[in-house]
């Protein structure tokens, strides 16, 4: 059996999102400025850059003007400046334009755009500054020397679904470095094991998230014109559940279609596909798209904490960057520009750390005391409450934030600081549920796979592939827990909560008892199943390198 390899490197970025190129990038300016130089090495778990990149499409440039101060904003890979903003209230049947935009989701001054092709042009100058960028590479796990990260460790490669080595086996890779930025996106797998190991949220609110499912449309020229941008609120979530919708138009023929649902729901049948579905059969959204075809498919969750849900953000030899860290900001649900401005943060404590030749977390704390002086800090600080205020429903939520526009975000807590709660601590038990999102949509989720699909044929939509040979990337934990407990008391929330249909409850046609299948090559990599499952049974790790979906103009 082959022995794994070592590498070593200055700085190794896990992440080829935004957040760990500006990281790279901007480390690479500050060396070159200095005559410095040094190693950096980004690792991106999907086949390319961009391909498992998804998110909103409308982006503030100010970060990436900060980050590429050399390149005309002309030049910046943006489809169209906004040109028209609306927000509609829906019910089920009608549509209400409010008079104003509501505060902080303004967007005069920014763009839509495709992040998957915005990533793919920054690693084009990130390579072009001497950055090692290698697609394709998960990377499994930590490692430490005397409670410091000096490093991590791809995933081991063919082993079949037992664990057993077969025959192509190769060992995963030790990337050792001085320091480790961790920009994995949400719910990172290495990020989840940082921050439990050093318990770097102690002092934190539980990150709560929303899970964001989009579609890309193409539409005939002049439907819907390039630089509109629609949000809704309202249909298809009920006055308890925040979330809403939005319709982007990018090019002139092609608009992202999409719903973000807040995962402190209570119902443990609501079905975030399924809500997309309901959405697109509203008539203002119906109308938009019906002489149009779905081009691709996507889901991910965004981290909706803010301020207060942010962990400490670096430990000995280690930063966090990005959405791994919760950089997102509420209402307007903008991340894409603090993700940048944390990667050059991060950057700026790395270079020092460099030239110092300290790689303690109390010198990488420059980390966190640049971004107490930063402009993405002021932001977050003006709406640190946003998210907390609407766990009390969107009435209450509303009141919640006109007191915390009064006050700079503060509201009216005495402590000043709201309470967040885990999201998977929010179920009720199904008996509880006087009308379940399945009951009550059941009629009008009959899809016609022109405008509505199922989640099989979306996942299609995806492109997204595993080998399935790999061992399981999604581990139930004990399956007895979810046959003897969360099936009877929740009715298996998981065959809902996933936008893939990866969990399958089954019941065997001659006991009548119920149990949990599992499909992990639908896998859209979203983590879902990691927050909202109730009893935290479910674990999401990285599958084999280059995995996963294809998100091509998403």
């Known amino acids: 059996m082959s022995k794994s390899e070592i590498i070593e490197t200055d700085i190794l970025i896990v992440g080829g999102g935004v957040a760990g190129l500006a990281a790279g990038i901007h480390l690479a300016d500050l060396n070159a400025a200095a005559g410095e130089k040094a190693g950096i090495l980004v690792l991106e778990k999907g086949s390319a850059i961009g391909s498992h990149t998804l998110s909103g499409a409308v982006i503030d440039p100010s970060t990436l003007r900060a980050l590429l101060p050399d390149i005309p904003e002309k030049d910046f890979p943006f489809e169209s400046p906004v040109k028209k903003e609306g927000v509609y209230f829906l019910t089920p049947k009608f549509a209400f334009k409010a008079p104003l935009t509501p505060p902080f989701m303004g967007n005069h001054g920014n763009f839509v755009a495709s992040l998957g092709k915005l990533t793919r042009w920054l690693a084009e100058i990130a390579e072009k500054k001497g950055i090692q960028i290698y697609p394709g590479f998960s990377v499994s796990e930590m490692l430490y020397e005397n409670g410091r990260v000096v490093g991590a460790k791809t995933i081991d490669t063919g082993v079949d679904k037992h664990g057993k080595p077969m025959d192509n086996f190769q060992p995963g890779n030790e990337i050792r470095a001085k320091i480790t930025i961790l ?16 318990e770097l949220d102690r002092s934190s609110n539980p990150q709560v998230y929303s899970t964001g499912v989009k579609e890309l449309w193409d539409l005939p020229e002049g439907t819907f014109e390039a630089g509109r941008i ?5 249909f298809p979530f009920s006055f308890n559940h925040f979330g809403g919708g939005f319709v982007y138009g990018l090019n002139g023929r092609q608009v992202a279609v999409g719903i973000a649902a807040g995962l402190d729901y209570k119902d443990p049948t609501f079905d975030s596909h399924a809500a997309l579905q309901l959405y697109k059969k509203h008539p203002l959204i119906a109308k938009i798209l019906q002489k149009g075809k779905i081009l691709r498919y996507g889901a991910k969750t965004i981290p909706e904490g803010g301020l207060y849900s942010l962990p400490k953000l670096c430990h000995d030899g280690v930063m966090i960057a990005g959405d791994s860290a919760g950089f997102l900001s509420m209402p307007s649900l903008k991340g894409v520009h603090l993700a940048i401005e944390s990667g050059m943060l991060a950057a700026k404590s790395a270079f020092e750390a460099l030239k110092k030749k300290d790689f303690s977390k109390e010198q990488l704390g420059l980390y966190d005391a640049l971004f107490k002086k930063s402009a993405g800090y002021r932001t ?24 915390q526009i009064l006050t700079g975000g503060r509201g009216i807590t005495p402590s ?32 016609d796979k022109q405008l509505t699909f199922d989640k099989v044929t979306d996942v299609y939509f995806s492109g997204s592939k595993h080998d399935e040979e790999q061992p399981c990337h999604l581990r139930v934990l004990d399956f007895d827990l979810c046959r003897d407990i969360c099936i009877p008391k929740y009715g298996g929330p998981c065959q809902s909560f996933c936008p893939a249909e990866v969990y399958e409850i089954v019941t065997d046609p001659k006991t ?43």
């Open 230 to 234: 629609m949000h809704t609120l309202g």
């Open 380 to 403: 977050l600080a003006r709406t640190r409450n946003f998210r907390a205020g609407f766990g009390y429903g969107m009435i209450l939520g509303a009141f919640h934030f006109a007191t």
């Open 183 to 198: 920009a994995e996106g949400p719910r990172g797998s290495l990020t989840k094991q940082l921050v439990r190991k050093f």
């Open 512 to 554: 009548g008892k119920k149990d949990l299948h599992l499909h992990p090559a639908n896998c859209v990599h979203c983590k879902t199943c990691d927050i909202k499952d109730p009893f935290g049974n479910i674990e999401w790790a990285v599958p084999y390198g280059g995995d996963g979906p294809e998100y091509e103009n998403l």
């Open 416 to 447: 000043g600081k709201m309470k967040t709660h885990e999201d998977a601590a929010c179920y009720k038990k199904l008996a509880g549920i006087k009308n379940p999102f399945c009951k009550k949509f059941a009629k009008e989720l009959a899809f």
